[in-house]
């Protein structure tokens, strides 16, 4: 694993800091991550929100859309539901000013369309939560990593997924090849949390959703890759 932003003279020619995965978390220059799926009877705008209000409340959390009308909708929600959300998109003209209000911590959620992807450091951001769900290798690595960046009294990353009765059987097995395929030093070495939850229950068309217990019905800790 190679960073960027944190270089050692490994020979004459290239500055460069390699380490293994498992000494990165060690060593605390990146967090380790826990996987976070919802098991939902709908994915919709209502049953992201209703699952978002769990983390916003203690996180700021970075939302990925595939289509800016998704954005504008989450974003407007959210905001329905006392939520302070903004969303950045590259067309549109403040989206590196309300980056760097969410640096700054001014909002909780970011509502991304394609920008928040590779060269963007966002330390303070403890939660990925991803609305469409994707099988890039780039952009799941992105993402996860995304949330493991060291940051005050930050704890661990956490990586939000939504599953329904169509896709929820092979769903898990995808993304965690992906990971598990990223980080071939991660295998036998470095350990994470799978946490399953049943949220089928959310099935509301209102904008104002209601505060309900935790969900978690399955907690795998150390789960290997």
Same mark, same amino acid.
């Given at each position: ?65 595939? $289509? ?39 909002? $909780? ?29 780039? $952009? ?8 493991? $960046? ?76």
């Amino acid at each position: 694993l190679f960073s960027a932003t944190l270089k050692q003279e490994i020979n004459d020619i290239f500055p460069l800091f390699e380490y293994s995965y498992k000494d990165a978390i060690m060593n605390n220059y990146i967090l380790d991550f826990n996987m976070n799926v919802h098991y939902v009877k709908n994915i919709n705008y209502n049953t992201a929100v209703h699952i978002l209000k769990k983390y916003i409340q203690y996180q700021h959390v970075i939302i990925y859309c595939n $289509r800016i009308e998704d954005c504008k909708q989450l974003t407007d929600l959210l905001t329905k539901n006392n939520i302070s959300a903004k969303y950045i998109a590259a067309d549109k003209q403040d989206s590196y000013q309300i980056i760097q209000d969410f640096r700054n911590n001014k909002f $909780r959620c970011i509502v991304n369309c394609n920008m928040i992807n590779e060269g963007i450091d966002i330390k303070n951001c403890e939660t990925a939560f991803f609305f469409d769900n994707t099988f890039s290798y780039n $952009r799941i690595i992105q993402c996860v990593g995304r949330t493991q $960046r060291c940051y005050k009294n930050k704890l661990n990353g956490n990586f939000v997924i939504m599953a329904n009765d169509e896709n929820k059987d092979n769903l898990v097995t995808k993304y965690l090849n992906i990971l598990a395929d990223a980080n071939t030093n991660y295998i036998n070495s470095t350990k994470y949390k799978l946490n399953f939850y049943n949220d089928y229950h959310i099935d509301k068309e209102e904008n104002s959703l209601e505060e309900e217990e935790d969900s978690l019905v399955e907690e795998k800790e150390f789960i290997e890759f």
